[in-house]
């Protein structure tokens, strides 16, 4: 089992509607969550990232973790073409520092 | 604000070189990770520099290498390359205390 799961699409989505994207986790111990885009060709851009049980809100974007259950979520609304991307889930398992496990990311296409 | 540096942007090195790559954090983060993705294997974290101290460490042979400057700066070097080393290897950097991680353009290595 990967530490970190993602489906790896590719999420087709109608543009001006909600892309919802899932991702789960094995490690209990997990401190942080991040959601990533990564355009092809390009490096991950940080566009969300949460620590507490709930929902997080940011523009059009929303993640939602819930830690009983291992899984983190990032929701997409009023979806663009510019949203076509790969999303990138990753997990912080240190209280200090940084070392990210990845998922293996899904990848979304909105069509116009 | 600038973001994160990384020089050279492309490499191509021979079989059994080393290699050497430059990592210029965000103005006042201290500090910096240095991750390899490959289309097989994903995003996965080599090491992590904190005041010139290496804190964290991924699953990579010891041919991978890293070292952190008082200004923060970062290299990574790697040495008797393999064809399986081609990446782009990513560089991130976050303030001191935060997790947000923030990644530079990239180095893409190719092997031959």
């Known amino acids: 089992q990967k530490e970190v799961e993602q489906n790896s699409g590719p999420l087709s989505v109608p543009e001006g509607a909600i892309a919802s994207l899932n991702c789960t986790y094995s490690?209990?111990?997990?401190?942080?969550f991040f959601w990533y885009r990564q355009y092809s060709g390009k490096s991950p851009e940080l566009i969300m990232f949460i620590y507490s049980n709930g929902d997080k809100e940011d523009g059009r974007f929303t993640a939602q973790l819930n830690k009983a259950s291992q899984y983190v979520s990032l929701l997409i609304r009023d979806s663009q073409p510019s949203d076509s991307a790969t999303y990138l889930c990753a997990v912080n398992k240190q209280a200090a520092g940084n070392k990210l496990t990845f998922g293996g990311g899904t990848r979304v296409l909105v069509k116009p | 604000k600038a973001g994160v540096t990384q020089t050279p942007r492309y490499l191509i090195k021979t079989r059994g070189q080393q290699v050497t790559l430059s990592c210029s954090p965000i103005?006042?983060?201290?500090?910096v990770s240095w991750y390899q993705q490959t289309p097989g294997q994903g995003l996965q974290f080599l090491f992590e520099y904190f005041s010139e101290t290496q804190r964290n460490k991924g699953n990579f042979p010891g041919r991978f290498s890293g070292r952190q400057f008082s200004n923060s700066r970062s290299e990574m070097n790697v040495s008797t390359l393999e064809l399986g080393d081609s990446a782009l290897y990513l560089c991130?950097?976050?303030?001191?205390?935060?997790?947000?991680?923030?990644f530079g353009q990239g180095t893409r290595l190719t092997v031959v």
């Open positions: 490690d209990r111990g997990s401190q942080s």
């Open positions: 103005s006042g983060h201290r500090s």
């Open positions: 991130a950097s976050s303030r001191a205390g935060d997790t947000e991680a923030f």
